[in-house]
């Protein structure tokens, strides 16, 4: 007898757990929470302005640059029209850096803010040579470089290397108006994809230029 009481109030419990649980699901009630990763929210922007968009944006003649801008937190090239004369920037680099951070201290178009890009250059900064006894090939701002927002230092860094003003492939050597050292500043994967972060640097800067005196003597 007492065998079957328990059975059947056994019986009871578990019914008792069934019909609740589908009480529950009735009512739109999850009974159990599972985790899931849906992973990171899909980019509303396109980080790319069309042909038709630049060339309406940019009429003037001049030499066409590919300059960095902020997108989505991270760096992308947008197409300009440099107002330089293409017989000097052949000859002159420094002509064609100047000419690079004017254009990263432009707000970005309509076209291009309408595809998501935004500058961290937000003033107008000097740019100068190198001083005797600086590494060859070194740029001189007129503010230091490490004071900059991280996101400019990247842009101006990236934007240098894309066009050719560097002392390497994806290298730049930058200094400020004070007696500072210069550094050598690298153009990554990674200070494309997290220009916030820490700039990287060459471990060795090149040898100091000659000066004209020492180049005529020799």
């Known amino acids: 007898m007492t065998s079957s009481r328990t059975s059947r109030g056994a019986a009871r419990r578990v019914a008792a757990l069934l019909l609740g649980a589908a009480v529950l699901s009735g009512c739109g009630i ?60 052949a000859v002159s680099p420094l002509l064609i850096a100047r000419a690079l951070l004017d254009e990263l201290a432009e707000q970005p178009s309509q076209a291009e803010q309408e595809a998501g890009f935004a500058t961290h250059v937000n003033e107008p900064i000097g740019l100068s040579g ?39 492939e994806d290298s730049v050597v930058l200094g400020g108006p004070g007696e500072y050292e210069p550094r050598g500043y690298r ?17 060795a800067l090149p040898p100091a230029a000659a000066s004209p005196s020492a180049s005529a003597s020799s």
Not at 45 to 68: F, K, M, N, T, W
Not at 189 to 203: N, Y
Request: charged letters at 25%; one cysteine or more; glycine letters at 6%.
């Open 187 to 203: 153009c990554d994967t990674r200070a494309k994809e997290r220009p916030e972060g820490p700039m990287p640097t060459l471990s």
């Open 30 to 89: 999850r009974t159990t929470q599972v985790p899931v990763d849906a992973g990171t929210a899909p980019s509303r922007v396109p980080c790319e302005v069309s042909g038709e968009d630049a060339a309406s944006d940019s009429q003037a003649d001049g030499l066409s640059v590919r300059i960095y801008l902020m997108c989505t937190s991270q760096l992308e090239q947008v197409v300009r029209v440099a107002q330089i004369p293409e017989e000097k920037a």
């Open 130 to 168: 190198p001083r005797a006894g600086d590494p060859a090939g070194t740029l001189r701002l007129s503010r230091q470089p490490e004071d900059l927002p991280a996101g400019a230092l990247a842009q101006i860094v990236c934007t240098f290397a894309e066009n050719g003003v560097a002392v390497a």
